[in-house]
């Protein structure tokens, strides 16, 4: 079975939600992107579990913009698991977050983020960064082979 390629949007903020859509829609960057509030949504979706216990384990993202200050599980600990489960461990994760703090930064990377972007609070801005980062992840960057299966 052929999967659609598609992008992981993990935001609990709805403004950034519809942003981020407007901005993917505006710059054709995406036919499907799955938007889960929290992070142990963002988990069961990318385990297979819970709500999306039925979903093919298959149709993987393509990308994951994960915030960091979620409900539940915060980011950083979606990003640990994310990175300790052979299956899903080679998934691209772009934090795209408000937060500016070092420690986040250094915490993210250290836990193998691949990207670290500020949200903008600038309209024009937040566009033009959704646009840059859906270019490369989605466009330019080769994506890696798929990891071992469960």
């Not at 609990?12 to 799955?34: F, G, I, K, S, Y």
């Not at 979706?45 to 915030?67: E, H």
């Not at 990175?83 to 986040?104: C, F, G, H, M, Y």
């Not at 691949?114 to 646009?131: C, E, G, L, W």
């Amino acid at each position: 079975m052929n999967v659609e390629p598609h992008i992981l949007l993990v935001e609990d903020n709805d403004d950034d939600v519809q942003l981020t859509m407007r901005a993917l829609r505006l710059h054709r960057l995406a036919n499907r992107v799955v938007v889960v509030g929290d992070g142990a949504d963002a988990l069961d979706y990318l385990f297979c579990r819970g709500a999306y216990a039925g979903r093919d384990r298959k149709d993987l993202p393509q990308l994951v913009l994960l915030d960091l200050k979620l409900p539940k599980v915060d980011g950083l600990e979606v990003l640990t698991q994310i990175r300790q489960e052979p299956r899903i461990k080679r998934l691209p994760v772009v934090i795209l977050t408000s937060s500016n703090t070092e420690a986040d930064v250094a915490k993210s990377y250290d836990l193998g983020a691949n990207s670290y972007i500020r949200k903008p609070v600038d309209f024009s801005q937040f566009m033009y960064a959704v646009n840059s980062l859906g270019l490369y992840w989605l466009v330019l960057n080769e994506a890696p082979p798929p990891a071992a299966e469960w």
